[in-house]
């Protein structure tokens, strides 16, 4: 080969090598280039879809187009989940990530898609600590009197669950095996028929996440007897943390963002960039507090490491417990 013929062809090797690149930082520079789906796997009004709407908020004034909240409700979110796994992935269809898509690992084993596969984490929203929950009148008025009647009265406690293998469920699962006690399970159609029949009494006690049993306990309608994080939340700063009669004992929602595997990383990157940016937003921080939630800023990898650590976690529970799909 001649010299310039050879320099030539090393010149466009290189400018084909580089052109992947090339084309992921344009692509990232004109995203979004459309309304950007954000899709829940759970009605309108529930914690999950509160986040979502804030985020998608913030984003549609950080990135000039729509973020669409998509309520996609039903077995346990893998419906949410399937659909944006089968979405184009071009940053323009997010999921909204949550505990339960780490527990359905575990929980089904044979579902249509693979979540660690099919889904890249994009960034991690916030923590909130679940809460544990019963009807003023009932005898046992903090966590150690509970315990206490719960041995005495094993199998007659009922136990409400927003669903079976919600993070609800197995945070009831947990606490039993830590305060080696039985309780009855009555898993229900999502949160709200849960506080109903337990303002009701048809069950007595409840591990909500904070955010959706705040108003219960500040209205008195619900007594809460101690939150799930390793401390106190600073949203009901007088209730105990179960640790502090279960040492070691921590169960946490979370939610975060992801979207389907293939997406190109400058846009992954881009929009974990805007959404860690939100955390330092007074109005925004605000309303997660409001939600008891605390933010955690995460890059992708770092909320990665963090999906497999709770997919871990939550297969032991699963198993121990024994749960199975509906």
Known sequence: MKLPCRRRFL??????AALPALSGLAWAQAYPSRPVRIVVG?????????????IGQWLSERLGRPFVIENRPGAATNIATEMVVRAPPDGHTLLLV???HAINTAVYNKLNFDFSRDIMPVAKIMSVPNVMVVHPAFPAKTTPEFITYAKANPGKINMASA????VTHLTGELFQMAADVKMVHVPYRGGAPA??????GQVQVYFPVLAGAAEYIRTGKLQALAVTSAQRSEALPDVPSMGEFLPGFE??????????????KEIVEKLNLEINASFADPRLKARMADLGGTVVPASPAEFGKFLAEEIVRWSKVVQAAGIKPE
């Open 11 to 16: 010149h466009l090797a290189a400018s084909a």
């Open 42 to 54: 759970y009605t309108a009004g529930a914690a999950a879809d509160t986040t979502a709407r804030l």
């Open 98 to 100: 949550d505990s339960t």
């Open 163 to 166: 669903g079976n293998g919600n």
């Open 195 to 200: 506080f109903t029949d337990l303002i009701g």
């Open 251 to 264: 169960s946490m929602a979370w939610i975060g963002i992801g979207v389907p595997k293939g997406t190109p």
